[in-house]
Protein backbone atom coordinates (compact mmCIF):
# COMPACT_ATOMS: atom_id res chain seq x y z
CA UNK A 1 0.00 0.00 0.00
CA UNK A 2 1.31 3.22 -0.56
CA UNK A 3 2.23 6.09 1.83
CA UNK A 4 -1.06 7.99 0.75
CA UNK A 5 -3.37 6.14 -1.40
CA UNK A 6 -4.33 2.47 -1.16
CA UNK A 7 -7.84 2.04 0.28
CA UNK A 8 -10.84 4.51 0.55
CA UNK A 9 -12.72 4.73 3.74
CA UNK A 10 -16.12 4.96 4.09
CA UNK A 11 -16.37 6.92 7.43
CA UNK A 12 -17.48 10.42 8.65
CA UNK A 13 -14.70 12.76 9.62
CA UNK A 14 -11.65 11.71 9.77
CA UNK A 15 -8.77 13.84 12.33
CA UNK A 16 -5.41 13.88 11.21
CA UNK A 17 -2.20 16.35 11.22
CA UNK A 18 -1.15 19.21 8.67
CA UNK A 19 1.73 21.44 8.87
CA UNK A 20 1.10 25.27 7.05
CA UNK A 21 3.93 27.97 6.47
CA UNK A 22 2.14 31.46 8.24
CA UNK A 23 2.04 34.16 6.20
CA UNK A 24 2.82 38.57 6.94
CA UNK A 25 -0.93 38.96 7.48
CA UNK A 26 -1.08 35.10 9.26
CA UNK A 27 -2.43 33.34 6.84
CA UNK A 28 -1.91 29.77 7.29
CA UNK A 29 -0.09 28.59 3.79
CA UNK A 30 0.36 24.91 2.52
CA UNK A 31 3.94 24.25 2.29
CA UNK A 32 3.88 24.11 -1.78
CA UNK A 33 1.26 26.54 -2.39
CA UNK A 34 0.78 30.26 -2.02
CA UNK A 35 -2.99 29.99 -1.71
CA UNK A 36 -3.85 30.15 2.27
CA UNK A 37 -6.44 27.97 4.07
CA UNK A 38 -9.61 30.11 5.08
CA UNK A 39 -11.49 29.49 7.72
CA UNK A 40 -14.07 26.58 7.77
CA UNK A 41 -14.43 24.10 5.09
CA UNK A 42 -11.52 23.98 2.22
CA UNK A 43 -12.27 22.32 -0.94
CA UNK A 44 -9.56 20.62 -3.24
CA UNK A 45 -9.49 20.34 -7.32
CA UNK A 46 -7.18 18.76 -8.90
CA UNK A 47 -4.84 21.30 -11.02
CA UNK A 48 -3.70 18.73 -13.35
CA UNK A 49 -4.56 18.58 -16.90
CA UNK A 50 -5.98 14.98 -17.50
CA UNK A 51 -8.35 13.57 -20.50
CA UNK A 52 -10.96 13.16 -18.31
CA UNK A 53 -12.32 15.67 -15.66
CA UNK A 54 -12.21 14.14 -12.37
CA UNK A 55 -13.47 14.56 -7.91
CA UNK A 56 -10.32 15.56 -5.69
CA UNK A 57 -8.62 13.17 -4.46
CA UNK A 58 -8.96 10.54 -7.41
CA UNK A 59 -7.27 6.89 -6.68
CA UNK A 60 -5.22 7.69 -9.86
CA UNK A 61 -3.62 10.72 -9.12
CA UNK A 62 -1.54 12.45 -6.99
CA UNK A 63 -4.80 15.67 -6.21
CA UNK A 64 -6.44 16.28 -2.63
CA UNK A 65 -5.23 17.59 0.32
CA UNK A 66 -2.51 15.90 2.56
CA UNK A 67 -2.69 15.15 5.92
CA UNK A 68 -0.26 13.02 7.79
CA UNK A 69 -2.05 10.00 9.86
CA UNK A 70 0.54 10.41 12.96
CA UNK A 71 2.94 12.01 14.90
CA UNK A 72 5.95 10.29 13.52
CA UNK A 73 4.60 10.97 10.11
CA UNK A 74 4.83 14.80 10.56
CA UNK A 75 9.07 14.32 10.58
CA UNK A 76 8.69 14.16 6.86
CA UNK A 77 8.85 17.76 6.93
CA UNK A 78 10.82 20.13 9.14
CA UNK A 79 7.98 22.53 9.45
CA UNK A 80 5.93 20.19 11.75
CA UNK A 81 8.55 20.85 14.57
CA UNK A 82 7.13 24.52 14.62
CA UNK A 83 3.53 24.88 13.37
CA UNK A 84 1.28 21.48 13.38
CA UNK A 85 -2.50 21.78 12.82
CA UNK A 86 -4.91 18.68 13.44
CA UNK A 87 -7.50 19.32 10.95
CA UNK A 88 -10.71 17.50 9.96
CA UNK A 89 -11.36 15.36 6.84
CA UNK A 90 -14.16 14.28 5.13
CA UNK A 91 -15.94 14.19 1.56
CA UNK A 92 -13.87 11.79 -1.06
CA UNK A 93 -11.10 10.74 1.53
CA UNK A 94 -8.05 8.30 -0.13
CA UNK A 95 -5.76 6.67 2.67
CA UNK A 96 -2.54 4.89 2.92
CA UNK A 97 0.07 3.80 5.49
CA UNK A 98 0.92 7.21 5.81
CA UNK A 99 -1.90 9.77 5.99
CA UNK A 100 -4.63 10.45 3.57
CA UNK A 101 -5.63 12.86 0.96
CA UNK A 102 -8.71 14.40 1.39
CA UNK A 103 -11.67 16.19 -0.52
CA UNK A 104 -12.72 18.66 2.18
CA UNK A 105 -11.03 19.96 5.46
CA UNK A 106 -10.95 21.97 8.24
CA UNK A 107 -8.62 23.30 10.95
CA UNK A 108 -9.76 22.26 14.36
CA UNK A 109 -6.17 23.16 15.93
CA UNK A 110 -3.61 24.70 15.87
CA UNK A 111 -0.10 24.32 18.07
CA UNK A 112 2.58 27.08 17.11
CA UNK A 113 5.96 26.65 19.01
CA UNK A 114 8.31 28.89 20.59
CA UNK A 115 10.03 30.06 17.39
CA UNK A 116 6.94 31.92 16.53
CA UNK A 117 6.86 35.68 17.13
CA UNK A 118 4.06 36.97 19.37
CA UNK A 119 2.94 39.38 17.34
CA UNK A 120 2.60 36.41 14.10
CA UNK A 121 0.76 34.45 16.56
CA UNK A 122 -1.91 37.55 17.15
CA UNK A 123 -2.29 37.76 13.92
CA UNK A 124 -3.38 33.69 13.43
CA UNK A 125 -5.79 34.16 15.93
CA UNK A 126 -7.07 37.05 14.69
CA UNK A 127 -7.46 35.17 11.60
CA UNK A 128 -8.77 32.17 12.72
CA UNK A 129 -10.98 33.31 15.53
CA UNK A 130 -12.56 29.56 15.50
CA UNK A 131 -9.49 27.13 15.68
CA UNK A 132 -8.03 26.26 19.00
CA UNK A 133 -4.86 27.73 19.21
CA UNK A 134 -2.54 25.74 21.57
CA UNK A 135 1.31 26.26 22.95
CA UNK A 136 1.30 22.85 24.20
CA UNK A 137 1.33 20.16 21.47
CA UNK A 138 0.86 17.10 23.64
CA UNK A 139 -2.55 18.72 25.18
CA UNK A 140 -3.76 19.68 21.70
CA UNK A 141 -3.39 16.28 20.35
CA UNK A 142 -4.88 15.07 24.27
CA UNK A 143 -8.25 17.12 23.29
CA UNK A 144 -8.36 16.59 19.87
CA UNK A 145 -7.32 13.21 19.18
CA UNK A 146 -6.33 11.32 15.93
CA UNK A 147 -8.37 9.08 14.02
CA UNK A 148 -6.96 5.71 14.08
CA UNK A 149 -7.55 4.17 10.62
CA UNK A 150 -6.30 0.27 9.86
CA UNK A 151 -4.08 1.06 6.89
CA UNK A 152 -1.81 3.30 8.76
CA UNK A 153 1.65 1.71 9.87
CA UNK A 154 2.15 2.17 13.47
CA UNK A 155 4.75 -0.05 14.04
CA UNK A 156 7.79 1.00 15.35
CA UNK A 157 10.07 -0.19 12.48
CA UNK A 158 7.42 1.52 9.76
CA UNK A 159 10.07 4.39 9.38
CA UNK A 160 12.64 1.81 9.38
CA UNK A 161 10.66 -0.18 6.21
CA UNK A 162 10.11 3.19 4.39
CA UNK A 163 14.14 4.00 4.09
CA UNK A 164 15.35 0.97 3.27
CA UNK A 165 15.88 1.44 -0.49
CA UNK A 166 18.15 4.94 0.67
CA UNK A 167 20.44 2.53 2.73
CA UNK A 168 21.13 0.27 0.63
CA UNK A 169 21.29 2.68 -2.05
CA UNK A 170 23.89 4.40 0.06
CA UNK A 171 25.87 1.10 -0.06
CA UNK A 172 25.68 0.36 -2.93
CA UNK A 173 27.26 4.06 -4.25
CA UNK A 174 30.01 3.26 -1.50
CA UNK A 175 31.11 -0.24 -3.31
CA UNK A 176 30.60 1.02 -6.76
CA UNK A 177 32.99 4.37 -5.57
CA UNK A 178 35.76 1.72 -4.18
CA UNK A 179 38.89 1.30 -6.35
CA UNK A 180 38.14 -2.28 -8.54
CA UNK A 181 41.34 -3.79 -6.65
CA UNK A 182 39.56 -3.50 -3.40
CA UNK A 183 36.97 -5.90 -4.69
CA UNK A 184 39.42 -8.14 -5.64
CA UNK A 185 40.21 -7.08 -9.15
CA UNK A 186 38.74 -5.77 -12.25
CA UNK A 187 36.69 -8.63 -12.81
CA UNK A 188 35.23 -9.21 -9.53
CA UNK A 189 34.72 -5.00 -9.24
CA UNK A 190 32.64 -5.69 -12.60
CA UNK A 191 30.42 -8.65 -11.76
CA UNK A 192 29.62 -6.28 -8.41
CA UNK A 193 28.95 -3.27 -10.17
CA UNK A 194 27.01 -5.51 -12.90
CA UNK A 195 25.12 -7.23 -10.62
CA UNK A 196 23.67 -4.07 -8.30
CA UNK A 197 23.08 -2.33 -11.38
CA UNK A 198 20.59 -5.50 -12.32
CA UNK A 199 18.95 -5.35 -9.10
CA UNK A 200 18.21 -1.54 -8.78
CA UNK A 201 16.92 -1.70 -12.33
CA UNK A 202 14.29 -3.85 -11.63
CA UNK A 203 13.67 -2.19 -8.39
CA UNK A 204 13.08 1.33 -10.59
CA UNK A 205 10.66 -0.06 -13.32
CA UNK A 206 8.65 -1.96 -10.75
CA UNK A 207 7.80 1.17 -8.56
CA UNK A 208 5.71 3.98 -9.10
CA UNK A 209 3.59 3.04 -12.44
CA UNK A 210 0.56 3.85 -10.85
CA UNK A 211 1.35 7.87 -11.19
CA UNK A 212 -0.24 8.32 -7.90
CA UNK A 213 1.97 8.01 -4.99
CA UNK A 214 5.17 10.26 -4.27
CA UNK A 215 7.36 8.09 -2.30
CA UNK A 216 7.10 5.65 -5.23
CA UNK A 217 8.28 8.04 -7.30
CA UNK A 218 11.03 8.94 -5.70
CA UNK A 219 12.18 5.14 -4.77
CA UNK A 220 12.13 5.19 -8.85
CA UNK A 221 14.36 7.81 -9.48
CA UNK A 222 16.51 6.81 -6.88
CA UNK A 223 17.14 3.16 -8.07
CA UNK A 224 17.84 4.52 -11.96
CA UNK A 225 20.20 7.22 -10.48
CA UNK A 226 21.53 4.30 -8.65
CA UNK A 227 21.58 2.01 -11.73
CA UNK A 228 23.76 5.20 -13.50
CA UNK A 229 26.22 4.98 -11.04
CA UNK A 230 27.03 2.07 -10.88
CA UNK A 231 27.42 1.41 -14.39
CA UNK A 232 29.53 4.49 -14.81
CA UNK A 233 32.89 2.74 -14.58
CA UNK A 234 32.42 0.31 -17.25
CA UNK A 235 32.57 3.41 -19.26
CA UNK A 236 36.05 4.18 -18.25
CA UNK A 237 36.79 8.50 -17.75
CA UNK A 238 34.00 9.39 -19.97
CA UNK A 239 31.30 7.52 -18.13
CA UNK A 240 32.93 9.18 -14.73
CA UNK A 241 32.20 12.39 -15.87
CA UNK A 242 29.10 11.84 -18.16
CA UNK A 243 27.17 9.65 -15.13
CA UNK A 244 28.76 10.12 -12.20
CA UNK A 245 29.66 14.08 -12.10
CA UNK A 246 26.21 14.99 -13.20
CA UNK A 247 24.63 12.81 -10.68
CA UNK A 248 27.09 14.37 -7.79
CA UNK A 249 25.76 18.07 -8.97
CA UNK A 250 22.25 16.23 -8.22
CA UNK A 251 23.37 15.07 -5.03
CA UNK A 252 24.37 18.41 -4.42
CA UNK A 253 21.24 19.77 -5.29
CA UNK A 254 18.56 17.91 -3.70
CA UNK A 255 21.27 18.42 -0.43
CA UNK A 256 21.01 22.10 -0.70
CA UNK A 257 17.05 22.36 -1.46
CA UNK A 258 16.68 20.19 2.03
CA UNK A 259 18.86 22.84 3.82
CA UNK A 260 16.69 25.77 2.44
CA UNK A 261 13.42 23.81 3.83
CA UNK A 262 14.69 23.54 6.85
CA UNK A 263 15.89 27.22 6.86
CA UNK A 264 12.37 27.95 6.02
CA UNK A 265 10.60 26.04 8.37
CA UNK A 266 12.42 28.08 11.29
CA UNK A 267 11.47 31.75 8.62
CA UNK A 268 8.71 33.58 10.30
CA UNK A 269 6.77 34.58 8.85
CA UNK A 270 7.47 32.76 5.44
CA UNK A 271 7.81 34.08 2.19
CA UNK A 272 5.06 33.81 0.39
CA UNK A 273 4.06 35.11 -3.26
Do not use: K
Not at 13 to 30: D, K, Q, V
Not at 87 to 105: D, I, P, Q, S
Not at 147 to 163: E, H, S, V
Amino acid sequence: MDAYAGFEPSVGEIRALRSFRIGRSGGLHPLFSDAAWREGTNSAVCLREHPVWHDAPDPDCTCGFYAYGSEEATAEYPHGRHVLAVVACWGRVVAGTRGLRAERCRIEALWLSDAVPPDLVDLVRARYPGVALYTDRGRMLTEHPLTPLDCYDATAGGALRRRWLAVVALLAAVLGALPAGWLGGRTSAELVWGSLAALFLVIGVTRGWRGRDVTAYRQRLLSLAVVLWMLAPFAGVLGLFLLRLPLLELAAFLALQRWQLHHGARTFPAEVG
